[in-house]
């Protein structure tokens, strides 16, 4: 019913390999994006491609098989560790589950408790840390064995210990040449990960380039004017 679209003239590309960030302020449409990605809703002007093919011309499952999707609250079921993994692949074997939590530093805790993998889960992950919590939603995602990886704020809720960890993970994806893409309000941890950054503000994108252009060098004047409030 908003007589203006939450965002506009949004044009960039994310490639394998690489992490784009989305940085800007609360409510400038970030988490928009990659909401739009996996088509919780769908453009109403314009495409969104993957491997240049509209992902409206993919069936919902062909598409969402290929993203894993992180967001900002890692939610958890009632069940145990093992089930939470395979909740986006439940054909996920045990090497698949072990290797996704391997890979989100999820293993060590895990490996930790008296029922491992079996560990019971509370409703919403209530008997386990934050920090456990948003790697279990990593590794979950990682089940999946997806081609690209979204991250909305996904250290929005960790001490900086658990930000490092988070940041390890989501270089060694882009090592493995996984395509991601992270919405983050944390200006060092964009810096620290990404190969390309979009500044956002008004709803649509008003400076692009790597972090050091847009970090040390800003050329547009909101970007210079956001950055001297959150640097």
Known sequence: ??????????????YPGQTTAIIGS?????????????RLYDVTKGSITLDGIDIRELSM???????????????????????????????????????????AQ????IEEKPEKYESPIAQGGTNVSGGQKQRIA????LAMEPKIMLFDEPTSALDPEMVKDVLDVI???????????????EMGFAKEVS????FMDDGCIQEEGTPEEIFEHPKNPRTIEFLSKVL
């Open 171 to 185: 270089k060694d994806l882009a090592d493995s040449g996984m395509t991601i893409v992270i919405v983050t309000h």
């Open 61 to 103: 499952k062909d598409l969402r098989q290929q993203i894993g999707f992180v967001p900002q609250k890692g939610v958890l079921f009632s069940g145990t560790i093992a089930s939470n993994l395979r909740f986006g692949n439940a054909e996920a074997t045990d090497a698949q589950v072990v290797q996704a939590a391997q890979i």
């Open 138 to 141: 990593i590794a979950r995602a």
């Open 106 to 109: 999820a293993e060590e805790f």
């Open 1 to 14: 019913g908003s007589r203006e679209p939450a965002i506009h003239d949004i044009d960039f590309t994310a």
């Open 26 to 38: 609360t409510g400038c449409g970030k988490s928009t994006i990659v909401n739009l990605i996996p």
């Open 195 to 198: 190969d390309r950054v979009l």
